[in-house]
């Protein structure tokens, strides 16, 4: 007897584990081993949720959509049984974002894909700037990018910086490469550069800025010198008074 329990007893467990439901997602594009969808700026994501295990009672069951946990809107006839979103254009913010979908009545019961949005550094065109002699010059390339930029270099009139002979500071924080002067020389720091930061995906991107060095200018001390006639025009003025109340006492 026991014998013949086992068997059925193992084909009842097989008959549960199939009729077992869940939430799946598909997408456009599609999604990798990692539940991960790569995508790139100004691109577009669709996401389909829908029931998945084969529970005909499920149909009507409503879905619920989450973007980094907070409820994504949906309208009334996207909501039972399978339901879509979609993001465009993918923009900077999503970059990271998971989307997540569960039963409405089951929140255990849900699935979840992340976005990687790939971009290249936004570096192009030119800029003039004007300093003066003496002058702190700071230029400023934005690198930030997905991947991160391989590499960074800057070059003056077609050659590579000397940061030692021209007196440069270099810095990079992986959102910013900051070429600085403390004290600008119209010999050595006038002229035309290129910031060019290279991606593996996305290759090369510059920038230029064509630099001009003028000369100092006289800055005349607006606030000093309105103080200092302030206090002149306030010493004659208690002058007067006081000259004024003495000829008044003179003359009683």
Same mark, same amino acid.
């Given at each position: 007897?026991?014998?013949?329990?086992?068997?059925?007893?193992?084909?009842?467990?097989?008959?549960?584990? #199939?009729? #077992?439901?869940?939430?799946?997602?598909?997408?456009?594009?599609?999604?990798?081993? +990692?539940?991960?969808?790569?995508?790139?700026?100004?691109? %577009?994501?669709?996401?389909?949720?829908?029931?998945?295990?084969?529970?005909?009672?499920?149909?009507?069951?409503?879905?619920?959509?989450?973007?980094?946990?907070?409820?994504?809107?949906?309208? +009334?006839?996207?909501?039972?049984?399978? /339901?879509?979103?979609?993001?465009?254009?993918?923009?900077?913010?999503?970059?990271?974002?998971?989307? /997540?979908?569960?039963?409405?009545?089951?929140?255990?019961? =849900?699935?979840?894909?992340?976005?990687?949005?790939?971009?290249?550094?936004?570096?192009?065109?030119?800029?003039?700037?004007?300093?003066?002699?003496?002058?702190?010059?700071?230029?400023?390339?934005?690198?930030?990018?997905?991947?991160?930029? /391989?590499?960074?270099?800057?070059?003056?009139?077609?050659?590579?910086?000397?940061?030692?002979?021209?007196?440069?500071?270099?810095? &990079?924080?992986?959102?910013?490469?900051?070429?600085?002067? &403390? /004290?600008?020389?119209?010999?050595?720091?006038?002229?035309?550069?290129? $910031?060019?930061? =290279? %991606?593996?995906?996305?290759?090369?991107?510059?920038?230029?800025?064509?630099?001009?060095?003028?000369?100092?200018?006289?800055?005349?001390?607006?606030?000093?010198?309105?103080?200092?006639?302030?206090?002149? $025009?306030?010493?004659?003025?208690?002058?007067?008074?006081?000259?004024? &109340?003495?000829?008044?006492?003179?003359?009683?």
């Amino acid at each position: 007897m026991k014998l013949m329990f086992r068997p059925l007893l193992f084909h009842l467990l097989l008959f549960c584990a #199939t009729q #077992t439901f869940g939430v799946k997602i598909q997408s456009v594009p599609g999604v990798n081993n +990692e539940g991960v969808i790569e995508t790139e700026l100004e691109k %577009s994501v669709s996401l389909v949720c829908q029931h998945d295990g084969g529970h005909d009672t499920l149909v009507d069951e409503e879905l619920v959509w989450l973007r980094n946990g907070a409820v994504v809107s949906l309208t +009334e006839g996207n909501k039972k049984g399978r /339901s879509s979103v979609c993001v465009t254009p993918v923009i900077y913010d999503d970059n990271g974002v998971t989307f /997540s979908c569960h039963l409405s009545k089951n929140a255990t019961v =849900t699935a979840s894909v992340t976005l990687n949005v790939t971009y290249h550094p936004q570096l192009s065109g030119s800029e003039e700037v004007a300093v003066e002699e003496e002058a702190e010059l700071v230029l400023r390339c934005d690198i930030l990018a997905n991947p991160p930029v /391989s590499s960074v270099s800057w070059k003056l009139n077609g050659s590579v910086v000397d940061l030692l002979a021209g007196g440069f500071s270099l810095t &990079n924080d992986g959102f910013t490469s900051k070429l600085t002067v &403390n /004290s600008v020389e119209k010999s050595l720091h006038e002229g035309t550069y290129q $910031c060019t930061a =290279t %991606s593996l995906i996305y290759g090369e991107h510059s920038k230029q800025f064509s630099v001009t060095v003028t000369e100092t200018t006289f800055k005349f001390p607006l606030m000093p010198m309105v103080a200092g006639v302030v206090v002149v $025009c306030l010493t004659s003025l208690l002058a007067v008074v006081s000259r004024w &109340n003495r000829i008044t006492k003179c003359c009683k």
